[in-house]
């Protein structure tokens, strides 16, 4: 199979990327060193008698849009042990410590010796992978020792099976999978036009039970309260600095209505915090902020804390999705949703599915400028029925899709992937 050739040399070009890339990349650094113990740390701590559930995601969004899943194996299984597997530093690095899993490592990189000794290593008993992580040795050892695999909260897109050369190769790594759960209708279109005969079901989006859970378990943040006392605030989430050009050209407009703002970069590096301050005036940042700081004087307030988006949206008058100015698209829009309040992105959104399901919905509007920005923030000020049923459409849209966890567990306990276990 000649893709199989050029996916070796990928490889090898991509390991050499991340290499040279470490001399001036924390991350890429993080990256080579993270996985240079992997092994021996499994070696040494994965029993042979153990019943292992291995859980890969590609990185922080992927852990996020998984977790409800592996918390309820987790509390389901007891007597099975949890393997969770990054293939990024930003999701190991946050998450080295979760409660929920037994075992977290990096993933090894693929390649036929690395996949094969993990995967004798550590003889799952069920292999979950979250949303688009393939790697084709991993998934054909998987398949090849007949050890179950499910991809779940799938995201398949025409484009992508149509695509000259990763197309026919995505399609042999599909197969392997023991069962996809897709996300939506529009990946059943697009495999059914390409005629493939996989194991597929719709089992919606695991995110929708994550946000819904983070909102239920909501904690007030009484310095965010402080400062937005009063005032209509813009949350910014996940910003990039085309995303605070725009909002900074609005902002005067938004003050001069009593309006604040928080941003909260993607990255948080001194890049973007610089950025930031030298576009918008009465500047505070969070990490110096106290029960005795005087806020009266501040308008625009930095978020250089990691943790806090995800509560921050409650607080929002609109919540801004950041991402939406750059050809790699919007961040998370549903966990700004669940608080049924306004969400607002820029135009590069459509290749995901939420962001175009949540504009139809009304829940949703994205905006191409900063002209747009500030007519829509106008509309939603004056017209208080317009804001309201825009809010209520927002929180709607999250509420009337949960439940993908409970489907996906069904299927497992219906199809006993895990029957060893004495609570299935």
């Given at each position: 199979m000649p893709e199989l050739f050029f996916y070796q040399i990928f490889l090898k070009i991509y390991l050499l990327s991340v290499a040279v890339a470490s001399l001036f990349s924390k991350k890429a650094k993080l990256w080579l060193k993270?996985?240079?113990?992997?092994?021996?740390?499994?070696?040494?701590?994965?029993?042979?008698?153990?019943?292992v559930i291995w859980f890969h995601c590609a990185s922080l969004g992927e852990f996020e849009q998984g977790r409800p899943l592996l918390e309820a194996l987790k509390k389901k299984y007891t007597d099975h042990k949890i393997l969770l597997t990054f293939f990024s530093p930003s999701g190991f690095e946050v998450q080295k410590d979760y409660a929920f899993a037994d075992y977290i490592t990096y993933l090894p990189f693929d390649g036929k010796k690395n996949a094969l000794r993990f995967i004798r290593t550590v003889s799952p008993k069920l292999a979950?992978?979250?949303?688009?992580?393939?790697?084709?040795?991993?998934?054909?050892?998987?398949?090849?020792?007949?050890?179950?695999?499910?991809?779940?909260?799938?995201q398949i897109r025409d484009d992508m099976l149509r695509s000259p050369f990763y197309g026919?190769?995505?399609?042999?790594?599909?197969?392997?999978?023991?069962?996809?759960?897709?996300?939506?209708q529009n990946a059943f279109t697009a495999l059914k036009e390409h005629k493939l005969s996989l194991r597929v079901s719709f089992g919606g989006d695991t995110r929708f039970d994550r946000v819904w859970e983070i909102k239920e378990r909501f904690e007030k943040i009484p310095?965010?309260?402080?400062?937005?006392?009063?005032?209509?605030?813009?949350?910014?989430?996940?910003?990039?600095?085309?995303?605070?050009?725009?909002?900074?050209?609005?902002?005067?407009?938004?003050k001069s209505n009593s309006g604040k703002i928080i941003l909260a970069p993607h990255e948080p590096e001194k890049g973007i915090f610089k950025k930031i301050k030298n576009s918008f005036e009465n500047v505070c940042f969070f990490s110096t902020l106290n029960d005795k700081?005087?806020?009266?004087?501040?308008?625009?307030?930095?978020?250089?804390?990691?943790?806090l988006l995800s509560r921050l949206y409650h607080y929002g008058f609109c919540n801004y999705i950041g991402g939406g100015f750059r050809k790699s698209g919007i961040h998370n829009v549903l966990e700004a949703?669940?608080?049924?309040?306004?969400?607002?992105?820029?135009?590069?959104?459509?290749?995901?599915?939420?962001?175009?399901?949540?504009?139809?919905?009304?829940?949703?509007?994205?905006?191409?400028?900063?002209?747009?920005?500030?007519?829509?923030?106008?509309?939603?000020?004056?017209?208080?029925?317009?804001?309201?049923?825009?809010?209520?459409?927002?929180g709607e849209y999250v509420t009337q899709r949960r439940g993908s966890t409970d489907i996906i567990m069904q299927y497992i306990q219906e199809k006993r992937l895990l029957t060893s276990c004495s609570n299935s």
């Amino acid at each position: 199979m000649p893709e199989l050739f050029f996916y070796q040399i990928f490889l090898k070009i991509y390991l050499l990327s991340v290499a040279v890339a470490s001399l001036f990349s924390k991350k890429a650094k993080l990256w080579l060193k993270g996985r240079r113990y992997v092994f021996s740390y499994l070696e040494k701590n994965v029993k042979k008698e153990e019943s292992v559930i291995w859980f890969h995601c590609a990185s922080l969004g992927e852990f996020e849009q998984g977790r409800p899943l592996l918390e309820a194996l987790k509390k389901k299984y007891t007597d099975h042990k949890i393997l969770l597997t990054f293939f990024s530093p930003s999701g190991f690095e946050v998450q080295k410590d979760y409660a929920f899993a037994d075992y977290i490592t990096y993933l090894p990189f693929d390649g036929k010796k690395n996949a094969l000794r993990f995967i004798r290593t550590v003889s799952p008993k069920l292999a979950i992978f979250v949303k688009y992580e393939f790697w084709y040795y991993y998934l054909k050892y998987l398949h090849e020792q007949h050890i179950p695999s499910l991809l779940i909260s799938a995201q398949i897109r025409d484009d992508m099976l149509r695509s000259p050369f990763y197309g026919r190769f995505l399609k042999k790594m599909l197969g392997y999978f023991h069962h996809i759960f897709l996300q939506n209708q529009n990946a059943f279109t697009a495999l059914k036009e390409h005629k493939l005969s996989l194991r597929v079901s719709f089992g919606g989006d695991t995110r929708f039970d994550r946000v819904w859970e983070i909102k239920e378990r909501f904690e007030k943040i009484p310095l965010i309260e402080k400062f937005t006392a009063n005032h209509p605030c813009i949350i910014a989430g996940s910003v990039w600095p085309e995303d605070v050009k725009v909002l900074a050209h609005v902002f005067p407009f938004w003050k001069s209505n009593s309006g604040k703002i928080i941003l909260a970069p993607h990255e948080p590096e001194k890049g973007i915090f610089k950025k930031i301050k030298n576009s918008f005036e009465n500047v505070c940042f969070f990490s110096t902020l106290n029960d005795k700081t005087d806020l009266s004087g501040c308008d625009c307030l930095i978020i250089d804390r990691f943790g806090l988006l995800s509560r921050l949206y409650h607080y929002g008058f609109c919540n801004y999705i950041g991402g939406g100015f750059r050809k790699s698209g919007i961040h998370n829009v549903l966990e700004a949703a669940v608080y049924a309040k306004p969400v607002i992105f820029g135009p590069y959104h459509e290749k995901f599915n939420e962001a175009v399901e949540l504009i139809k919905e009304k829940g949703a509007i994205s905006v191409r400028n900063a002209e747009d920005l500030q007519l829509a923030l106008t509309r939603y000020l004056k017209d208080e029925r317009l804001y309201d049923y825009a809010s209520k459409m927002a929180g709607e849209y999250v509420t009337q899709r949960r439940g993908s966890t409970d489907i996906i567990m069904q299927y497992i306990q219906e199809k006993r992937l895990l029957t060893s276990c004495s609570n299935s």
